[in-house]
């Protein structure tokens, strides 16, 4: 047993990590900014990710701009705090889907949940 005093209550309900990294044109491992540019780019994903949760009532959850996530083949990608669940996402359809389904209802989307034990794909 520990002498550790209890951790201190949440500040944010949800902390939302997700990754705007920008690496030069034709690197091998490629960057989240560059992955979402056809969805109009992880900035503007990243507010519709924010008005979309205020939309539906969500409160006390902060998305936040972050460097690179060391997952960026898989990107852009996101780490949902405090539960530590990681999704990649392609465009403003799979934002709806993580918000109303992890968000709203403590749910899992499955289909875009990022594992410890994927192996980058293959290009």
């Given amino acids: 047993m520990s002498d550790a005093p209890a951790d201190p ?3 944010y309900n949800r902390h939302i990590f997700i990754c705007t ?3 030069a044109e034709g690197h091998p ?7 979402a540019a056809e969805a109009g780019g992880v900035e503007k ?13 969500i409160e006390n959850i902060r998305c936040n701009a972050a460097g690179c996530l060391d997952r960026c083949e898989y990107g852009p990608n996101m780490v949902i705090y ?10 403003t359809q ?4 993580i918000v109303e389904t992890h968000l709203k209802n403590g749910g899992r989307v499955k ?7 994927q192996l980058p794909p293959k290009h």
């Avoid at 405090?82 to 465009?91: D, I, L, Q």
């Avoid at 799979?94 to 889907?97: M, S, T, Y």
């Avoid at 289909?111 to 034990?117: A, E, G, H, S």
């Fill in 9 to 11: 209550r949440l500040f």
């Fill in 21 to 23: 990294n920008t690496r």
């Fill in 29 to 35: 491992r490629g960057s989240c900014s560059a992955r």
């Fill in 45 to 57: 994903l990243r507010g519709y990710m924010r008005e979309k949760a205020r939309q539906l009532g």
């Fill in 82 to 91: 405090p539960e530590g669940v990681w999704y990649r996402y392609e465009n």
């Fill in 94 to 97: 799979d934002i709806d889907e």
């Fill in 111 to 117: 289909r875009l949940m990022l594992t410890p034990d």
